[in-house]
């Protein structure tokens, strides 16, 4: 049987789990399927697993879009954590050559930077939900909040709130079971990017915010957990929360220091944002531009 759902537990509760149907509350049910398999898809995880990962680029805005996959179920459902309206094609061509079927088109937050390709993917494959947390107030299918889980298959993604970049900022995490996939992969949008973290200057932003939110809720995450940000200047792909927490230039600080450091970044605002927020409200372009 297919299961394609949102799932809304307290962060606390491994063993059982509140099961939400796409739109509605339901029942809770013992969550009895074992995450780890015997297929190996992922060079970096240090046992044998069923999710299937892939890093994506967009040069443009050196946006992450990462897939994911769990392969070993029947029907192959897969999620895209931050597509790129640009990069749309590309992406469902792969998830087309792996054979694979996309149920849920995913955004961290509201970006400012480029439009996401979340509304493009759902005009060429209608059955793809999109999702957003509801604290971004943006309008998508479905909203997330902290605590929820978003499940493709036997797997499933934790919502983590890390507001401070924009107010509706999330971190989706791979599961926290013992016996599921070690380590833990964490998408942090734009709270957190390698050796730095996401501008507080716009759409809610709060400095304050965001160091708390990383310190509570990606900083307490086991050293080895992996984690992959929204963007990179710099060529880097992947850190680990041990990595960040020794070397990440800001967050390293303590809080006035790191307030004080982002009051006096001087960024120029993103070329694209009088577009792109407007655009990313409704989860982006809904139909392919001519
Ligand atoms: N030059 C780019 C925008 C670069 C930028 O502001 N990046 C954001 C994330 S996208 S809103 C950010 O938070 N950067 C933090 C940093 O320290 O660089 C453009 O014009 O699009």
Known sequence: ?????????????????????????????PRTTRLISSMATYSTLSQPS???????????SSTYTYLLADVLHPSKPAVLIDPVDKTVDRDL?????????LVYAINTHVHAD??????????????????????SGA?????????????FGDLFLEVRATPGHTVGCVTYV???????LQPRMAFTGDALLIRGCGRT????????????????????????????????YRGFTVSTVGE?????????????TFKNIMENLNLPYPKMIDMAVPANMVCGIQSKPT
Do not use: C, W
């Open 50 to 60: 069923k999710l299937l990962f892939r890093q994506l680029f967009e040069k443009e």
């Open 1 to 29: 049987m297919l299961r394609f759902q949102l799932i809304r537990v307290p962060l606390s509760a491994s063993k059982f789990s509140t099961t939400l149907p796409l739109t509605s509350i339901s029942r809770k049910i």
């Open 201 to 232: 200057d716009f759409q809610g932003g709060s400095s304050e915010k965001l160091y708390k939110s990383v310190h509570s809720q990606i900083f307490t995450l086991p050293k080895d957990t992996l984690l992959y940000p929204a963007h990179d």
């Open 93 to 101: 061509s792969l998830i087309q050559e792996l054979g694979l079927k």
């Open 114 to 135: 480029h439009v996401t390709g979340t509304g493009l993917i759902k005009s060429k494959v209608p059955d793809v939900k999109s999702i957003i947390s509801r604290a």
């Open 139 to 151: 309008t998508a299918d479905l909203y997330v909040e902290h605590g929820d889980k978003v499940s």
């Open 174 to 180: 791979t599961g926290d079971a013992s016996d599921h």
């Open 244 to 256: 960040e927490l020794q070397y990440n230039s800001r967050l390293t600080k303590d809080e006035e």
